[in-house]
């Protein structure tokens, strides 16, 4: 099993900067990506950003975000980020942390993803 904290969101004004955080524990040498995914309310849930866990740091993000957002990972610390910047209403969702044991590609899809965090509330105000 594997155990995901989601931490750093809040209430920002458009335009600006948050960093959300996800700290993995337990069997993290299972993990083979890890990916950010949010769900606004009345909405499914959507990819955002993905990373491979180990080796080199293949990213992938949502047409939305590419430009504004940036995922990393710090393994010595079994972390991964999620850098928010010129945010936007739209961008108004919980976001949630994911870890995936295997994907065969499919770095988007919800249901490639083995284990997910509690969730994380982003709120940008206009």
């Known amino acids: 099993q594997v155990q995901l904290v989601e931490s750093g969101g809040g209430l920002v004004q458009a335009g600006g900067s948050l960093r959300l955080s996800c700290a993995a524990s337990g069997r993290t040498f299972s993990i083979y990506a890890m990916g950010w995914f949010r769900q606004a309310p009345g909405k499914e849930r959507e990819f955002v950003a993905a990373i491979n866990w180990s080796g080199s740091s293949t990213t992938f993000y949502a047409d939305s975000v590419k430009g504004r957002f940036t995922i990393s990972r710090d393994n010595a610390k079994n972390t991964v980020y999620l850098q928010m910047n010129s945010l936007k209403p739209e961008d108004t969702a919980v976001y949630y942390c994911?870890?995936?044991?295997?994907?065969?590609?499919?770095?988007?899809?919800?249901?490639?993803?083995?284990?997910w965090g509690q969730g994380t509330q982003v709120t940008v105000s206009s």
């Open positions: 994911a870890a995936a044991r295997i994907l065969l590609g499919a770095y988007g899809l919800p249901g490639g993803y083995d284990y």
